[in-house]
């Protein structure tokens, strides 16, 4: 999960400053976002992933100010 | 960055439950950590990752209670 572009994002601004401040200038932004990871069962990669895509939907995600992303592995891989 | 193994996600509990709450039983744990995007400059992919390493063990990653990975790609990509 990761916020828009668009949106303000001043925890992004905050590890910029800090890292500017411990001499890393080469840093010219940071966001932050969030990383879910989900073990669930499922039949298959495509029922795993249409499934954790209506999650993200209608739980996980705020579509108003974050895009989500995902991958589907196979437990152990 | 993901919380360690070992160490409790009170987050992530609320995740899988809010889950089952809607019901999607499949899901058998969820844990929830941090996702960061640094956008920097560097000469070159092997420079960027030992900078990056170096950042997050000195300022993003609490190495008490979470363990990091990254990916380094250049921008547009």
């Known amino acids: 999960m990761t916020l828009k572009p668009v949106v303000n994002d001043p925890q992004g601004l905050a590890v ?4 500017h401040a411990l001499g890393y200038s080469e840093v010219l932004e940071s966001r932050v976002g969030k990383h879910i990871q989900l073990t669930l069962t ?7 992933a249409s499934r ?5 939907r209608r739980l996980l995600c705020n579509g108003v100010i974050e895009d989500f992303h995902f991958q589907v592995a196979e437990a152990g891989t």
Chains 1, 2 share one sequence.
Request: proline share 0%; hydrophobic share 30%; glycine share 6%.
């Open 52 to 56: 954790v895509e209506e999650m993200c």
């Open 42 to 48: 499922a039949s298959d990669r495509q029922s795993a």
């Open 16 to 19: 910029t400053q800090g890292l």
